[in-house]
Every structure is written in structure tokens, then in C-alpha cells.
């Protein structure tokens, strides 16, 4: 019997629901948050999340780093990653990414080393599937780095270095490129990289062997809206469908993803914020619910979680909530592992709050958990619970 997405939606998580009520609890998600360091923070920080109550623990330092402020995982779990956002590494210009190896038991990090980016301000990175590269985007540096790991998680040299040229018409932000984001295709074959001061989403092959990435043809970017700065971007679970959230003017595009050819083709923008607001706001993250019929992008200025309703025939939105983060400046936030929690760290208030989120609907509620930690940046759930 062929199901219609809104059953699949609503069975995906009764699924989730049934486990709790047949005792299959779910052990605590564990999570790591990334910071900017300073008076309150040293480094990255690490918790775990009770996916029945939704109760944030207490963070504990997991390693001390210098303004760790993405993180992501090796696809064995072994191993993680952080960008350091800095100007200078090793007395040269540009950032650098730190390796460090995950206690299965606690969480904690133990350095393994550091590779400089080429590039300053590294602000986000991915691991490829096989896990043979670490991808960054460098924002301060407008350029994109491939690097190689070596089986014990470590950092090998640089293998290739891409500098983006330009500019568009925001004189303040889009005076030169600036790398944003940096994402792969399910087949881990294609770098996907907004750039905020040149209105494009740019398209790599990557090599994993030989660590390098190269202009990808027949589209090797797409545009979005003069002024619009593109900054992060999510895939819908289906593949079908690519989703690019514009900082500077508060929206987001709807794209078709054409898998075979590595292309986009616009579908639909729309406005993450009320249209009576009348103030300043930048939006930063974005990401679809795993259930793939909503969508959730964060407002920095309106403090908000903009949710969206998803069709995945279509892959258009629908806004259905503004749901305040109870804090300011919501820089990232993110699905638990089942969908049931978000977590949003508001950078300027210094705390982690969590959600829930309506098995039927998508709509977001306070979980009634907040959590205070120093200037918050990423949220980063380790794949399986209890790990």
C-alpha cells in the first residue's frame, strides 16, 4: 500500500513515539557546541539530550581551541573536527582546522594536530562520506580548501586551495568574496559552496584521493538575487531538493537538484521573516526536518525560528510559525538524532535552549530546558544516540 507523505510523516514519528511506549527508550543524545572564546568560553563544549523529556545537561569542556566555531564529525565517530576561526595561524595569514580524536565513554576531545586553511576566518567545514578529506570554507579569506586526513583522524597537507573573485552590490558585506558554507551531494562527489559576497552557490569535483577539488561542469554555480548573500544550505532527505538561506536579505531559495547533471534550477523564494517587522535581521542557519515535510531557518534580530511547511512532491515552502528562541542572536541550532528536539544556541545571551517539535505539524514549543554557555556558534549531535 502506497502511503501519501503526510502518513509517512506521521508514522515516521510515530515510530519514534511507539519506541518510548514499548520501552525501547532512547538512550541521551550526545552534542557538541562550538563557540567563540573569550571571558566565558575556552573551547568546545559537550552535553547530551534526553530525547523523551527534552533536558539539556550541563555543557563540560570536551577541549579547550581557539574560536572552534563549526564542527563536524568523521563518519566513524571517531574522530572531530573544528574550523578555528582566526586571522592568522603559525605566523601567517589564515585559519586553521584542529583534529581531535572522540572518548567514546564521555565525549571529551583529545588533540591530534592542525592544518592551516590558506585562507583567514574559516567558518565551516565537512568531512566527505569516505572520510579521506576535510572541505572549509573560508569567510574572511573568500576561498575553499580541501584537506587530506590520515586513518588516525589526523590532518594531512593541504591538497588543494580555491580563491573565489569579486563582488556584488552590498558595499559593506559584498566588497570582496566570502565563502560561507560548504556542503556535499549524497554521493559525496560534489562541493556545494554558498559565498555570501558574490550572490553564488559554487559547484567543486571533488578528487577524494587526491584531496582536490576542481571547477564542476556543465553549471559550475548558480545565482541567487543581487544582494541577497547566500550563506548555508540544506539538501531535502530525497535528494530532489536544495534549499539556500540568503543572510543578508532575510530569505530563502527553493531549488530543484539535479543529482546526474550537478545543477540547480530555481523554484521559489521566500521571506523568513513576518512581514510587519521592521527592524534589522540577518538569518544563518537552516535545516529540513528529517521527516522531510519542514523546514526551520534561524533570525538573528527578529530572534526567531522561522518554521516552514515542506512539500516534498514540489519541494515548496509554506511558513507556518515564528517561534521566539528565547534569547538573542540564534547564530545556529539543530535537530536532535528521531527529529522530536532542536536545540538553538543564541550567541549574544549565551545559552543553548531546546525545542520540541510537533510529530504531526513541525511546529516548534519550549522543551522548558535552557542551558547557560558562552557565546554559542554550532550545534553538532553525535549520528546514534547514547554514543
Not at 171 to 176: C, D, K, N, S, V
Not at 215 to 233: D, I, M, N, T, Y
Not at 262 to 278: I, Y
Not at 369 to 376: D, E, K, N, Y
Amino acid at each position: 500500500m502506497k502511503l501519501c507523505p503526510v502518513s509517512a510523516w506521521t508514522i515516521a514519528a510515530g515510530v519514534f513515539s511507539a519506541g518510548l511506549v514499548l520501552g525501547a527508550e532512547p538512550s541521551p543524545a550526545r552534542v557538541w557546541f562550538g563557540t567563540y572564546t573569550g571571558a566565558s568560553s575556552k573551547g568546545i563544549y559537550v552535553s547530551s539530550l534526553d530525547l523523551v523529556t527534552g533536558a539539556l545537561a550541563a555543557p563540560t569542556l570536551a577541549a579547550e581551541s581557539p574560536n572552534p566555531s563549526f564542527l563536524a564529525l568523521h563518519p566513524n565517530g571517531r574522530f572531530l573536527y573544528a574550523v578555528n576561526e582566526v586571522g592568522t595561524f603559525a605566523g601567517k595569514p589564515g585559519g586553521s582546522v584542529s583534529a581531535f580524536a572522540v572518548d567514546p565513554a564521555t565525549g571529551r576531545l583529545r588533540a591530534l594536530n592542525q592544518q592551516g586553511t590558506l585562507g583567514g576566518g574559516p567558518c565551516h567545514l565537512t568531512v566527505d562520506p569516505p572520510g579521506r578529506n576535510v572541505l572549509v570554507a573560508n569567510y574572511g579569506g573568500g576561498s575553499v580548501t580541501a584537506i587530506g586526513l590520515a586513518p588516525d583522524g589526523s590532518l594531512g597537507p593541504v591538497g588543494s586551495h580555491i580563491q573565489h573573485v569579486g563582488s556584488s552590490v552590498n558595499r559593506q558585506r559584498q566588497e570582496a568574496p566570502h565563502a560561507h558554507g560548504i556542503y556535499l551531494d549524497a554521493a559525496g562527489r560534489i562541493a556545494l559552496v554558498p559565498d555570501l559576497g558574490l550572490d553564488r552557490v559554487f559547484f567543486y569535483r571533488l578528487d577524494a584521493e587526491r584531496h582536490a577539488l576542481s571547477a564542476a561542469e556543465p553549471q559550475p554555480f548558480a545565482s541567487v538575487k543581487p544582494g541577497a548573500g547566500p550563506r548555508h544550505l540544506a539538501f531535502h532527505p530525497n535528494g530532489g531538493f536544495l534549499y539556500v538561506i540568503n543572510e543578508l536579505n532575510s530569505t530563502i531559495t527553493a531549488f530543484a537538484w539535479d543529482a546526474a547533471q550537478g545543477s540547480l534550477r530555481e523554484l521559489q523564494t521566500v521571506a523568513t521573516l513576518p512581514p510587519d517587522f521592521t527592524g534589522d535581521n540577518t538569518t544563518a542557519e537552516i535545516a529540513v526536518h528529517p521527516g522531510g515535510r519542514s523546514l526551520y531557518a534561524s533570525n538573528r534580530g527578529h530572534n526567531s525560528l522561522a518554521v516552514f511547511s515542506l512539500n516534498p512532491a514540489t519541494g515548496r515552502l509554506a511558513i507556518l510559525q515564528h517561534q521566539s528562541t528565547l534569547g538573542r542572536t540564534p547564530r545556529s541550532f539543530a535537530l536532535a538524532p528521531g527529529g522530536a528536539f532542536l536545540l538553538a544556541a543564541n550567541q549574544d545571551s549565551h545559552e543553548v535552549v531546546a525545542f520540541r517539535v510537533d510529530a504531526a505539524s513541525g511546529r516548534l514549543s519550549p522543551a522548558g530546558s535552557t542551558v547557560a554557555l558562552g557565546a554559542p556558534v554550532c550545534v553538532l549531535f553525535a549520528p546514534d544516540p547514547g554514543r
